[in-house]
């Protein structure tokens, strides 16, 4: 199972979400490691080729930005409550600016998921970034 990688401050804006959201997008993160799909997602095709966005719902809506085009790791961009109908410009314009780094593979500003046995604390660069047999939606 793939590592998830956390760029920039996308996890402790995670944590500072309620309890229920918390769990909600660990179960959903789970999910995509496993090759399967969220219950509530949506492409973002306006931030970058393979970026989705995981809904989450609760007093305050919330969403998860990932990229699971990689067999390595699941890479989560952004994270942030949305308190608007449509997505602020601001949290668009910081997952297209994190999203690069997904595809150059680099290690700098992230933080990895230490739940995850398999990669137990190592990091790891896509050096050459190879694309999953099938497609992930």
Not at 56 to 66: I, M, P, Q, S
């Amino acid at each position: 199972m793939p590592p998830i990688i956390w760029l920039g401050d996308s996890l402790s804006r995670l944590r500072t979400a309620p309890a229920d959201i918390r769990s909600d997008a660990g179960y959903q993160l789970d999910l995509v490691q496993r090759g399967e799909t969220p219950a509530d997602f949506k492409p973002m095709p306006d931030i970058g080729a393979g970026v989705m966005e995981i809904r989450l719902h609760g007093d305050n809506e919330f969403r998860v930005f990932y990229v699971a085009r990689f067999e390595e790791a699941v890479y989560v961009p952004h994270a942030f409550v949305k308190k608007t109908r449509a997505t602020r410009k601001a949290d668009i314009d910081i997952g297209k600016k994190r999203t690069p780094r997904c595809w150059k593979g680099e290690e700098d500003g992230h933080e990895i998921d230490q739940r995850n046995d398999d990669h137990k604390g190592r990091r790891q660069c896509l050096h050459r970034p190879r694309f999953l047999a099938r497609r992930v939606p």
